[in-house]
């Protein structure tokens, strides 16, 4: 399997988008869901058991700025440009994902996609463990969601307060004086051997 870095994999999306389009995609007419320049269309990956919840949103709908903040209460939101949202949206699409959407979150979910645009909602949950045939449409979706997601470079600040790293270079000196030992210990029994 060749991996791709996440930009180019964005870019050969976004390709692969256009050149199917041309031919089969679907038309601006028939979106389920467009994304409207100034509007905020969100799209969230939330793993229930793990509680992680990541989010992407349409660029044209906030200065990145004011996302990547200190007092933004999503941290794990990324900006993708509106083309980028679109396109996920429109894979969306084509799977029959708005027309299978659920009418809300089942008590049961372990992961859940959402897209939120104005008073509107649609969700995808996957209920059971391990990968099922009939989650294939929901897993590819996560995927391509992922995909962007991991491509979408994030400036979250740390405020005026500055990184506290005592704990990390505490840890890393006793990692290093650990191995230091080791390999002494290993130098000595290897010169009582040749002895």
């Not at 980028?84 to 429109?90: G, N, Y």
């Not at 949950?125 to 449409?137: C, F, H, I, N, P």
């Amino acid at each position: 399997m060749v991996a791709l870095a996440p930009l180019r994999f964005a870019q050969l999306l976004l390709a692969a988008g256009a050149i199917v389009g041309c031919q089969s995609g679907p038309s601006i007419s028939t979106r389920a869901c467009t994304v409207v320049a100034g509007q905020r269309t969100t799209i969230h990956l939330l793993q229930v058991n793990d509680n992680l919840a990541l989010s992407l949103q349409n660029a044209s709908a906030n200065e990145a700025a004011d996302i990547y903040t200190q007092s933004s209460a999503d941290q794990s939101r990324k900006v993708a440009t509106d083309a980028e949202v679109q396109a996920l949206l429109d894979v969306f699409s084509d799977k029959g994902m708005f027309a299978a959407s659920l009418p809300d979150v089942p008590s049961d979910a372990r992961v859940v996609l959402l897209v939120e645009q104005g008073k509107q909602r649609w969700y995808w949950a996957r209920r059971k463990l391990g990968v099922q045939a009939s989650d294939e449409t929901f897993n590819e979706a996560r995927a391509y969601f992922l995909s962007l997601y991991n491509g979408s470079v994030a400036y979250h600040g740390t405020g005026k307060q500055r990184p506290d790293f005592t704990g990390e270079n505490a840890r890393a000196r006793a990692e290093a004086e650990t191995a230091r030992l080791r390999l002494e210990k290993a130098r000595l029994q290897e010169q009582g051997r040749k002895r």
